[in-house]
């Protein structure tokens, strides 16, 4: 009988236990790969998601910049209207006080400023009667109208202790009130003139100064204009300021006291 012939293994052929160690670490590599895709497509998405909120920031971001661009354009428009309604304001009040003026240097006693008709009386006897007598030499009026119809009252103000403290009054015409300021320069009483240099006679300075009646914002803006250093000259007229720069004889004009000091003065 002959022998039978047994299935042998040859090194070449892997054994079932090569395969399926194969096939298990393959098999767990797939797995590794799968949770790794499955990370990726996670990110992807988060990526996607935060691409879409970036848009929808962007939109936001160009939505609220256009709303606080419209906000300070009204902001804007109501600082003007407000600032136009000061200015009118100012210059309403300051047309009001165009009735009336302001003398220094005049003092009374308590029982003087008490008596109406006693102020009334110093104050044109001291400071409104020379201009007043220069504007009837000058032919600008036919006589000298007695206090009583060219001031309606003239009060005292408080002041600082130990000065002569502030006088306002109030004219019943201001075309004689005009005529006081237009005559004040030549015929107000001033102090005894001193010469000057190179013989030059020096006006001295006046001994009751007049002035408008400015409004408090309008006085501001004068005080700030007459101590800047660019300016050599700074007065009113009518409430309204004029000044001079140092290098330059024009006369210039404030249009609005609304306007700040270096673009009034540009």
């Known amino acids: ?25 393959h098999s767990e590599q797939l797995t590794t790969i799968s949770n790794q895709m499955a990370k990726v497509d996670k990110i992807e998405t988060e990526v996607k998601d935060l691409k879409t909120l970036m848009v929808a920031l962007r939109e936001e971001n160009k939505e609220l910049k256009l709303q606080v661009k419209e906000k300070d354009q009204v902001i804007e428009d109501m600082s003007k209207t407000v600032a136009g309604l000061e200015e009118k304001l100012n210059s309403v009040e300051q047309h009001h006080r165009g009735w009336g003026a302001r003398v220094l240097n005049i003092q009374v006693t308590d029982a003087e400023a008490a008596d109406p008709m006693g102020m009334i009386n110093r104050v044109f006897d001291l400071a409104l009667r020379p201009m007043l007598e220069g504007a009837v030499r000058a032919g600008k009026l036919e006589a000298v109208p007695p206090a009583s119809q060219v001031l309606e009252v003239a ?15 109030r004219f019943f015409s201001r075309n004689i009130r005009s005529l006081c300021f237009q005559f004040k320069r030549d015929c107000a009483p001033r102090e005894i003139a001193r010469p000057g240099r190179e013989g030059e006679v020096r006006l001295g300075r006046f001994l009751y100064p007049l002035y408008d009646d400015l409004t408090k914002p309008t006085l501001h803006k004068m005080k700030a204009i007459s101590q800047d250093e660019r300016v050599s000259a700074c007065w009113t007229v009518n409430g309204k300021i004029h000044f001079k720069l140092h290098d330059s004889e024009a006369v210039r004009k404030v249009v609005s006291i609304q306007d700040p000091l270096d673009v009034i003065l540009k």
Do not use: C, Y
């Open 1 to 25: 009988m002959a022998p039978s012939k047994k299935a042998t293994v040859t090194e070449d052929e892997p054994s079932l236990s090569d395969v399926m160690r194969f096939l298990k670490s």
């Open 155 to 169: 009060h005292v103000l408080p002041g600082r202790p130990g000065q002569p403290r502030p006088i306002i009054m």
